[in-house]
């Protein structure tokens, strides 16, 4: 696809501080045979950047004037928050780990396609809500993604455009390797980024989740391209939608103290509605902002749920309402009243009545929308201060309106960044929550 272009290995020559958070070398290869490029790479540790990547476009022949088009760059996987190349990318356990379901024949030719997202969707199993706008999909909301699954060798790339905002997070599993996940961060702008590398010829999955939330970026992605056969991709069947705030987004999950790079330090991934979903071998689906509320949050009245909850897209604003009939869950779980009640004590008006009123409300509406799910409201991950407000609105809601929602009360946690829920706090959330999900569902 690419013909005959140049691999380049660069050496970051930098001070000691910065040293300590780089490892040595690390190879980028230049996607374009038209320009000579010189690229000048920063990464820090924890604070958030993998890479700033400066272009300085210098044309192989150039004479003044000469128009030369902006190379693409694939980036190397990073071990979780170690800032570190990972060299187990290329790890023969990462690779022939079937899915345990193919029954598929393998082809006797391996051919190399490149195939546009949105035709991709039709093998693919979708996560979360997108919206398609040409030959793209955009994936913003946390746990948005897609599976992949099929007969593929060498390397799986992908064409992706994040053109809202900057570094959104993925995290990619390979043949179902959870302990080997790579974290791919994408700067503002178009690249292309790979997904997968030497992979040796056979039967593979590629699982390509969002850690971090629509108010910090939407990423187009264009197209991938393989070396193989695409089949199709089929999801669990149970499915568990999860409405909620940063604490759903997983908001200081991956440090402790002050937030420094709010994109970074979220992981809605492996936060309590991934490790949730999984204990109960669920797909899930994301609703959720930080800083919102039932009523409202962040000093504002305006960020309640129920004012985009039925929205495909919180950042496209031309993007249609989301087709509720496309994925229908088993379960919702409701889990907001933080910002409600940090909006009351900033003396903002809200009074109990009124805020009973618009948990009432966004039940409805929940209900509504996915009329054949069991709703659940769980509260108390950074404090319950609120809580004998959702009892009395739960009741009132059961007693006029015969909806039963249950209500589960959640361990507290502040160890994370900004005194949110930290690793240990979100697990054993995830542990409570489990065990009365299985009860209330009567999953075993």
């Not at 570094?167 to 302990?179: C, I, L, Q, S, T």
């Not at 996940?181 to 700067?187: D, E, H, S, V, Y």
């Not at 039967?203 to 850690?211: D, S």
Request: proline share 3%; hydrophobic share 35%; net charge neutral.
């Amino acid at each position: 696809m690419y013909g005959n272009f140049k691999t380049r290995t660069i050496c970051i020559i930098m001070s000691a501080a910065v040293l300590a958070t780089l490892s040595g070398c690390f190879k980028l290869e230049i996607k374009n045979k038209e320009t000579e490029t010189s690229i000048s790479t920063v990464q820090s540790g924890r604070d958030g950047t993998i890479y700033s990547v400066h272009e300085n476009k210098i044309p192989s022949n150039s004479s003044a004037g000469n128009s030369f088009k902006i190379p693409k760059i694939t980036f190397p996987y990073f071990d979780n928050l170690s800032g570190n190349p990972s060299d187990s990318a290329k790890d023969d356990n990462l690779i022939n780990s079937s899915s345990g379901g193919n029954t598929s024949v393998e082809p006797e030719k391996y051919i190399t396609e490149t195939i546009t997202m949105k035709k991709i969707t039709e093998l693919a199993y979708i996560k979360g809500r997108t919206v398609i706008n040409g030959d793209s999909v955009s994936f913003e909301w946390t746990a948005s993604g897609f599976n992949l699954c099929g007969y593929f060798e060498g390397n799986i790339s992908v064409n992706a455009n994040v053109d809202i905002g900057s570094w959104a997070y993925f995290e990619v599993v390979v043949d179902g390797k959870r302990d080997k996940a790579r974290i791919l961060g994408l700067p503002l702008g178009e690249a292309e980024y790979y997904l997968a590398q030497n992979l040796k010829r056979g039967y593979h999955t590629v699982e390509v989740t969002k850690r971090t939330e629509s108010q910090f970026n939407a990423v187009y992605f264009n197209s991938i391209t393989y070396t193989g056969r695409l089949e199709k991709a089929s999801g669990k069947n149970r499915k568990i939608e999860f409405i909620g705030d940063s604490i759903t987004c997983g908001q200081g999950y991956e440090v402790r103290g002050q937030i420094t790079n709010y994109q970074r330090s979220e992981d809605g991934i492996n936060n309590y509605t991934g490790q949730t979903a999984r204990a109960l071998n669920a797909e899930y689906n994301v609703v959720g902002l930080s800083g919102w509320g039932a009523f409202g949050g962040g000093g504002s009245d305006q960020n309640r749920m129920g004012r985009v909850y039925e929205k495909a897209s919180y950042r496209r604003k031309e993007a249609a309402n989301w087709n509720f009939d496309s994925w229908q869950p088993d379960l919702v779980v409701i889990n907001l009243g933080t910002n409600d009640y940090n909006y009351r004590v900033e003396g903002n008006a809200m009074t109990p009545t009124d805020y009973k009123t618009e948990v009432k409300k966004l039940i409805k509406l929940v209900s509504r929308c996915n009329p054949k799910a069991k709703i659940v409201w769980a509260y108390g991950m950074m404090g319950a201060q609120l809580e004998s407000e959702i009892l009395e609105a739960l009741s009132e809601l059961k007693a006029i309106d015969g909806l039963d929602v249950p209500y589960v009360n959640l361990p507290a946690n502040w160890d994370g960044g900004d005194a949110h829920p930290s690793k240990e706090g979100h697990a054993e959330a995830a542990g409570v929550l489990t065990e009365k999900l299985k009860n209330i569902m009567s999953w075993n």
